[in-house]
Every structure is written in structure tokens, then in C-alpha cells.
């Protein structure tokens, strides 16, 4: 019986099954019944939709991000009522034609909007090209059409040196105006300084002709800009702080700092503390990856103790500056007094670090981790195995000779200096060998540190990190952290209290700085209070953004929704960091902005193809640099660079301007009459002495002295490089790339000398012929050095 119950349940499971199933299709097929009859009654609003999309694709004018939004706005709830699963539907060939064209359209809007305007660029550019061929004495290059006629939400135009990126912005203004795509009320032009502004501006004007209406373009600085909206939205706007002047600004934290230092007890350890001990970064030696590295970052740094004696690491300089400030009087690397038995072909001239004559003390720091490991470039003699090996057999070696000489040795070690407890130990092994510490006056330390090189620097460092932080709308406060950096604590223990003081002046005298008045501005276009409107927002020179002015446009683009950015810039020719600059922000434009056109000026007029091999090359080594291939219809007619060492060894100051003045007069009287001559300093301390009698020792020259920074966006013949030494006002600069900087700034500083190396780059392609390096060849630049080792580059002997 139950044999027989065992089917007759199978058989009814079956049956339960199959009409489940039945159901379940007849329900799915009254569903697709339901929804197509549906979906035929939204045809004649799905073709109405469609058509909707025509004058996008007209060939008329360039589909943008924003205008394929603003469609799809309108069309979201239409696009929820057609089913995914439309094509099986069993349409007529027609009603799916009408359905299916309009969801492609949406669904493959990336590329079908691609397609389009690549091949709307062509064509317009065809259009325009007589346009365009007239507005200069030179015709503008495809690329530079291409990059005029793309109208993207936001669109960003890398453009090389000497490539014509005022032509192009310029071009860009005459081409909307031709096309009316904006009145010139609609439009705000804006750059960095009034030079800029000026020059587009003329240039402007003689593209488009007086009666076209630029003159009522907005033209603007960022500061003048800022300046405009504030006084728009406050009656009663403030004035500009220490009238708007860097040196006066300087000279003020300058005050401030003396002042702290002589009634603040506190302020005035902290002080000391970073001067003496932590002004320059020390850089652990297991980074470097070769002792060549390692020997080049030596020279480019002197290091040079509180009472003039150089060493030859930071570590040491610390120890040298620890014992000068406590009044212990010391010898450096002096030779130890050795029998000759105990002499041998690895140790025979073995002189301690540092010996202390007054205790007949001697000291040894040791560059070796807690493990007792040695960086792997160092170096190892046989029988030894390894660089490890070897160095604690010295270190076991001379530890040996103190033993037998019966004299008293003090160790310190490389991991101290990175735990911050190197000093602390000195202190504790100095006080238990009976050395006398006795701090030196504060009135007797300040004015030894003010003599130092290092100190100018310091007061351009903490003016440089106020205008970075200030720009960021960050305090202070916000930078602390618990396991923050120990120099940068140290640094910000100081800068604080100068920052409040520069704060209070700027109360007191019911002022705000350029950073305040741009932030303010972005404040009250957020807010509302300004409210005029703009179609298009030029930017020349996009690689000095900072980002308080990144804010302000950001807060322009949210008000002005359907505004057009269009950025103008090289992002190899950032050299405005003190004043803010984050390279990053033209490095990740469309991260910060969103939908993007790309487009490059890769065509330079400006100088020869070995320049531009050479500096091409030299900037590239930076990895976080966009990567571009210029190109330049200029061969080089003789060798486009010149090594020219001179040597300064024990020279007075007055005999090295009598020397280099005539070094430099050697070069000019080496130029073709009627050149443009570039003298190209780091500093303006680097202008040579008597340059009034050069130009006229030259008459048929036009001679001129420039900073690097104040020689970007000018062209010259021939430049001289002045002043391509080591050190802490040479070239490389080592104040501009301090690392205390990277806190405020984005992925900006990661690569050493990064901002310096940029700046070189803006040197080196200045002139349309030749560049002349002149470097002191007892302590020349890193820059120099590395351009001998990657280039066979002449070097031009004394005559």
C-alpha cells in the first residue's frame, strides 16, 4: 500500500508544479501586455523626448555635460516608465525603433557625446580657421583652434612655454563674442597679477576691434576680483593690510618675533629650539639609495654651526649647536693622538667627531638604527661580507683605542636623532662626566642667529606657511595632531604665537590681508549677496591656483550652474608656492571640477629643440608632473647651453663682484650685437654689482636683470644663470621646498626640490638661442650637477 502512495504524491507535486508554472507565465504575459500597451501610449511622448536631443546634434554647437543633464532632467520620469525588458516586448519594428533610439541615446550618451564633438571640433575648426587666421600676425596652430572651439562644462588647456597661451584665451573671448555665445557683461576674465590682465586685455581688444564690446568684459586679478564683490556686499569694506606689500608684511612678523623673544620666556625657548635644532629637516641617511646620492645631498646642504664651524651632517650640526649653546667649547674631527703601533692602513688618521679640550672628553655619533644596521650604500672593505660588518668593526675598533688610552668616550646614534631622544642622551652623558651647562643669554643668542643665513629664510618660511594656511581657511589648532612630526610640532610652537600677533595687527588696525579678502568674497557668493551672473569664467595661468582661490571659483561655478571654466595653464611653470600655489589642483582638474575637455598647445615658438630636449627632460623627473611632448620648428644653429664654473675660493665680497663682473662681461662680449640679454638670478641679492656699467660697456645689448620668478612669461635671445650654487640661497633654494610646507599643500611636495625645480625649468626657458649656467665650482648647484651628468653640455674656461 504504501508502494502505491509513493507515485500518486509525486504526481500530484508534478501537478502543483505545472500550475504554479502556467500561472506564473500567464501573469507575466498579462504584465508584458499591460506595460506594452503602456509603452504605446508613451510613444508620441518618447519621439516628442527624442527630438529633444536635435539641436544637440545639429552640428551647430558643442553638446556639453551640462546640456545632456539638464535633458536627462526632463526626461527622468519618462526613462522609469520604459522597461528594461522592452525589447521582448514583441513591438512593431517601428514602435520599437522609437522606443529603443530614445534609451540608446540616454544609455550611450558617454560615447555618442564623445563621437559628436570630436567630430563638431573638426568641422568648427574648418569653419573658423579664417577667423582664426587673422587675428594674428601668425595664423593660430590646430591645436590652439581646437582648444578655443571645445566648450565642455569645464575645460582645461595645457599649454607649454612659449606656446601662445594669452594668444589662446584671447582667441577663445573673440571666438564667443563672433558666436554670441555670451554677451561681454557674461564673461569674467581672470588672472594673477595686472600685468597679465593688462596684456590680455590689449591683446583682446585688437583681436575683437573696439566696437565689439570687450571693454565691458570683466577683467580682473583674483585680488581685484575678491576686492569687487567685497565692496558690492560691504558698505564699509576694510583696507588692505600693510598696504598690500610683502616686505612690510615680513618686516612686521620680524617685530613681532623680536619682541616675543625679549618678553616671552617661553616663546623665546621655543625659538631656539627650532633655529638652533630643527631650522633645516634632517633627512634620515637609509633613504638615500647610493652613496652619490647620499653625497649630493651633503653638498647642497652646508651645514654650518651657531659658531661658524661646518660639519658634516645635520645630526652633527644639531650636537655642534647643542654644546655652543650650553658654553662648552669643542674641536671638530681633530686628530686623535695615536702611537704609531696603534696606526693601520684603515684608521691611521682617526679623528673623533667632536672632542671637548676643557673635560678631555671625545664623542662619536654613529649612524646606525636600533638594529644595529647601516644603510645599504655604505660601504665595506674585505675580509668583511657587509657594509654592517665593516662599520661595527670600526666602531669596535675605536672603542678599543679609548680603553687603552684610558680616555673618556661619549656615543650618540643616528635612531636618536629620529626618536627625538639624541639631545636628551647627550645631556645625560655630558652631566655625568661632570660637564658644566650653562645656557648662553637669550640677547647673546638671538644676535649670533640673525647672522646666520638660515635666519632670513626662517622669516620667509613662517610668512610663506601663514599664506598657505591662511588661504586654506585653516587655523593652527587644526594642524596639531598626536603623532604629528617632531620638527613640525617644534615649527608650529613658534609660528603660532606670530600668527596671533599677525592677526591682532590686522584687528587693530580694522584691516584684512589679500587671503581674507578672497575668502570673504567666496563667503558672500555663497551666501547669496552677490548675485551677478556669469556664462563663462577664463582662467590664465592655472597652474598658481591656491585653494582659497580654488574655493571662490568652486562657490562661482555652484552659483553659476551652467557657467563654463576655462583654464588656461602649465602645470611644469607652478612656481608660486609662497603665495599659495597647489600644483595639485591642475594636476586632478577635472577630480575638482568635474566633466572635462583635455586639451594640449604642445607647439613652442619660443626656443630651439635642444632647449627644449634638455628642460623637457629635467622637469620630467618629477613624476607627479603631467607628461607632455612640446615640439618646436627651431633646430639649434650651435650648442644651446654653456657651463660657465667660476671660483670663489677665499675672495672678499668686494674681489667676487670685481670677478664675477668681469666673468660676466667675458660671456656678453661673446653675443651677436642687438641680442636681448636675460641676467637670471634666484634672489635679487644675485643682480650683479655695477649693472649700469655693463649695459653700457655693451650699448647694442639690451641687457636686464631678472629674478626667476619675475622672468617667467618673458623671452629674451641669450640668458644668464646667476648664482647656481648650494646652499641656503642658491638654486635650489632650499627654504622655497621646505617640507613643513607639505601639510598644507596636496601631493605638491613629495619629490625633492620640487617647486625649485620648476622654477629652474621657467629659467631655463627663457631665451630663443642659449642659456649660460654660471655656478661656483667649489659648491655648485644639485641642478648643475645633474644637467652635467645627463648632458654633454660645453663649459666655457676663462679667457
Known amino acids: 500500500m504504501n508502494k502505491q502512495r509513493g507515485p500518486s504524491i509525486l504526481l500530484k507535486v508534478i ?59 526632463r526626461h527622468t520620469g519618462l526613462l522609469s516608465r520604459i522597461p528594461k525588458d522592452y525589447p521582448s516586448y514583441n513591438l512593431t519594428e517601428q514602435e520599437f525603433k522609437i522606443v529603443d533610439c530614445f ?83 557674461e564673461l569674467l576674465v581672470i588672472s594673477f597679477t595686472n600685468a597679465a590682465v593688462e596684456e590680455m586685455f590689449d591683446r583682446t581688444l585688437r583681436f575683437c576691434g573696439k ?29 588692505i593690510a600693510f598696504e598690500g606689500k610683502d616686505y612690510k608684511a615680513k618686516a612686521f612678523l620680524q617685530q613681532s618675533f623680536d619682541l616675543l623673544f625679549k618678553t616671552d620666556e617661553d616663546f623665546q625657548s621655543r625659538a631656539i629650539n627650532f633655529l638652533a635644532f630643527f631650522n633645516r629637516p634632517v633627512k634620515d641617511e637609509f633613504e638615500f639609495n647610493s652613496a652619490a646620492e647620499f653625497k649630493m645631498h651633503q653638498q647642497s646642504q652646508r651645514c654650518i654651526s651657531l659658531n661658524g664651524i661646518e660639519v658634516k651632517s645635520m645630526e652633527e ?114 652631566s655625568s662626566f661632570g660637564v658644566l651647562l650653562r645656557k648662553r ?10 647672522k646666520t643665513e638660515n635666519f632670513e629664510g626662517f622669516i620667509g618660511l613662517i610668512y610663506t606657511f601663514l599664506n598657505l594656511m591662511k588661504s586654506g581657511g585653516i587655523t593652527p589648532g587644526q594642524l596639531r595632531t598626536e603623532d604629528m612630526e617632531q620638527r613640525f610640532s617644534v615649527f608650529l610652537d ?20 589679500f587671503n581674507d579678502m578672497v575668502n570673504y568674497a567666496t563667503s558672500y557668493i555663497e ?28 562657490t562661482l561655478k555652484k552659483t553659476n550652474p551652467a557657467a563654463k571654466l576655462y583654464a588656461v595653464g602649465d602645470d611644469w611653470q607652478s612656481v608660486y608656492r609662497f603665495n599659495g600655489s597647489d600644483v595639485s589642483i591642475i594636476g586632478r582638474f577635472s577630480d575638482h571640477f568635474g566633466a572635462t575637455a583635455h586639451n594640449q598647445i604642445l607647439q613652442t615658438y619660443r626656443f630651439n629643440t635642444e632647449i627644449l630636449q634638455v628642460s623637457s627632460t629635467f622637469i620630467q623627473k618629477n613624476p607627479i608632473q603631467l607628461r607632455k611632448k612640446l615640439s618646436s620648428p627651431f633646430d639649434a644653429s650651435f650648442p644651446a647651453f654653456a657651463l660657465v664654473p667660476v671660483d670663489l675660493r677665499r675672495m672678499k665680497k668686494a674681489e667676487i663682484d670685481l670677478y664675477l663682473f668681469d666673468r660676466i662681461n667675458q660671456l656678453l662680449s661673446g653675443i651677436s650685437q642687438k641680442a636681448n640679454i636675460f641676467l637670471i638670478g634666484r634672489y635679487n641679492h644675485n643682480i650683479p654689482t655695477d649693472l649700469a656699467e655693463l649695459k653700457k660697456m655693451h650699448p647694442n645689448l639690451r641687457i636686464s636683470f631678472h629674478t626667476a620668478h619675475g622672468s617667467k612669461g618673458l623671452t629674451c635671445d641669450y640668458a644668464i644663470l646667476l648664482g647656481l650654487d648650494s646652499g641656503i640661497f642658491g638654486f635650489p633654494s632650499e627654504i622655497a621646498d621646505d617640507p613643513v610646507l607639505d601639510y ?56
Request: glycine share 4%; charged share 30%.
Open 15 to 73: 501537478l502543483v508544479i505545472l500550475s504554479l508554472g502556467i500561472w506564473y507565465l500567464y501573469e507575466r504575459w498579462k504584465k508584458v501586455q499591460k506595460n506594452k500597451q503602456e509603452l504605446i501610449v508613451l510613444l508620441p511622448q518618447i519621439e516628442k523626448a527624442t527630438v529633444e536631443f536635435n539641436p544637440y546634434f545639429s552640428g551647430s554647437r558643442y553638446f556639453a555635460n551640462y546640456d545632456y543633464l539638464q535633458l536627462k532632467s
Open 103 to 185: 534609451a540608446s541615446l540616454h544609455r550611450n550618451i558617454e560615447k555618442t557625446r564623445s563621437d559628436y564633438n570630436q567630430a563638431f571640433t573638426k568641422s568648427e575648426t574648418d569653419r573658423y580657421r579664417s577667423f582664426f587666421s587673422k587675428l594674428e600676425k601668425y595664423p593660430l596652430s590646430d591645436e590652439q583652434m581646437r582648444a578655443v572651439v571645445s566648450e565642455e562644462d569645464n575645460n582645461l588647456v595645457i599649454a607649454g612655454a612659449g606656446t601662445g597661451k594669452t594668444t589662446t584665451i584671447s582667441a577663445k573671448i573673440a571666438y564667443l563674442l563672433d558666436k554670441k555665445l555670451a554677451t561681454p557683461e
Open 211 to 239: 566696437d565689439s564690446g570687450v571693454d565691458r568684459v570683466t577683467f580682473r586679478t583674483f585680488n581685484s576680483f575678491g576686492n569687487q564683490v567685497v565692496r558690492h556686499c560691504n558698505p564699509h569694506p576694510k583696507q
Open 317 to 430: 650640526l644639531q650636537i655642534a649647536n647643542f654644546l655652543y649653546l650650553h658654553q662648552v667649547d669643542f674641536e671638530y674631527e681633530s686628530l686623535f693622538p695615536m702611537e704609531r703601533e696603534d696606526r693601520n692602513a684603515e684608521f691611521r688618521d682617526y679623528a673623533p667627531d667632536f672632542y671637548l679640550p676643557g673635560y678631555d672628553i671625545y664623542h662619536e655619533h654613529y649612524g646606525i638604527d636600533r638594529n644595529g644596521d647601516v644603510p645599504d650604500w655604505f660601504s665595506t672593505k674585505p675580509p668583511f661580507q657587509t657594509a654592517r660588518e665593516y662599520y661595527h668593526h670600526g666602531m669596535n675598533w675605536k672603542q678599543h683605542i679609548h680603553e687603552k688610552y684610558g680616555t673618556r668616550l661619549i656615543k650618540t646614534y643616528s635612531y636618536q636623532s629620529y626618536d627625538g631622544s639624541m639631545l636628551r642622551s647627550l645631556k645625560t652623558r655630558l
Open 441 to 450: 643669554k637669550p640677547e647673546e643668542i638671538i644676535a649670533t642667529l640673525k
Open 494 to 513: 613658534v609660528f603660532t604665537p606670530l600668527f596671533r600677533a599677525y592677526e591682532q595687527k590686522l584687528r587693530d588696525t580694522g584691516s584684512i590681508d
Open 527 to 554: 551666501n547669496g549677496k552677490y548675485q551677478k551672473t556669469y556664462k563663462y569664467i577664463l582662467v590664465d595661468e592655472f597652474q598658481d591656483m591656491s585653494q582659497g582661490r580654488y574655493a571662490l571659483l568652486n
Open 744 to 799: 598644507l599643500l596636496e601631493d605638491s611636495g613629495s619629490y625633492d626640490n620640487a617647486e625649485e625645480r620648476r622654477l629652474f625649468y621657467v629659467a631655463m626657458t627663457r631665451a630663443r638661442h642659449k642659456v649660460y649656467l654660471m655656478y661656483n665650482k667649489r659648491n655648485p648647484s644639485k641642478f648643475v650637477r645633474e644637467l652635467k651628468s645627463d648632458h654633454e653640455i660645453e663649459i666655457l674656461q676663462e679667457m
